[in-house]
């Protein structure tokens, strides 16, 4: 594996990323609930990151709900510039920024709280990553990373797909991409709980959820 590719498998660039964009928009009501939880659970004036935001629907929705500084950082630039002018469309101010999560162009202590959601399986270097999580968050802040796990069935899977408002051809390509591409990166609680114990945090706590697990780590 190349160590100093951002991620793993092919960039999510040019109408890779525009299918991903239209694709995650059905996922909206999603993204409105996890905004309302951590709007819910941070201070005002925190300072949050997100990580891989892709066309950065969380940001955004996060940057309606409070007195926030909201940065996103993604490996792709065509999901940077999609986030950007999501944001402009919504008419909220968050700083989307092109770079790679194993070496953030932050200075330590900087952020209240990070979230990666739906991305770490695919950090080429997953240990490097929460340690540039580690070092850029300040004391007693949190890391919270969502994500799916590598033992979810084809059937939940299905399930899931069924759920959202796409035609069949979105459908077979969704199911597709979880059986081939993401199912095979993902990581089990033990996985995950190992790479913690390898990174700066040294530990983490794991709630799983129906198609995935929420990795928090704290300092």
């Known amino acids: 594996m190349d160590q100093k590719k951002g991620y793993k498998g092919i960039g999510m ?37 997100e990580l891989a935001p892709g066309p950065g629907y969380l940001s955004t929705e996060l940057a309606k709900r409070g007195q926030f500084e909201i940065v996103g950082l993604d490996i792709s630039k065509s999901f940077v510039e999609i986030a950007r002018e999501n ?22 202590h900087s952020f209240d709280l990070i979230v990666c959601r739906a991305a770490f399986k695919n950090f080429s270097e997953p240990v490097a990553a929460l340690n540039e999580m580690f070092r850029t968050l300040k004391a007693g802040g949190r890391a919270i990373g969502m994500d799916l796990r590598n033992d979810v069935s084809f ?65």
């Open 155 to 219: 059937k939940e899977v299905a399930a899931y797909v069924k759920k959202k408002d796409m035609g069949w051809f979105d459908s077979l390509l969704t199911k597709l991409i979880f059986r081939f591409l993401l199912i095979p990166r993902a990581y089990s609680k033990d996985q995950f709980s190992q790479l913690a114990s390898q990174s700066r945090f040294g530990r983490c706590e794991i709630i799983e959820s129906p198609l995935g697990l929420e990795v928090i780590l704290k300092k």
């Open 87 to 108: 944001a402009r469309k919504e008419s909220v101010n968050v700083d989307f920024r092109h770079g790679n999560a194993s070496t953030m162009p932050f200075a330590d």
């Open 13 to 49: 660039e040019g109408k890779i990323a525009d299918w991903y964009a239209k694709s995650t928009r059905k996922d909206i009501a999603e993204f409105r609930s996890l905004a309302d939880r951590f709007s819910n659970e941070i201070s005002p004036h925190s300072r949050i990151l």
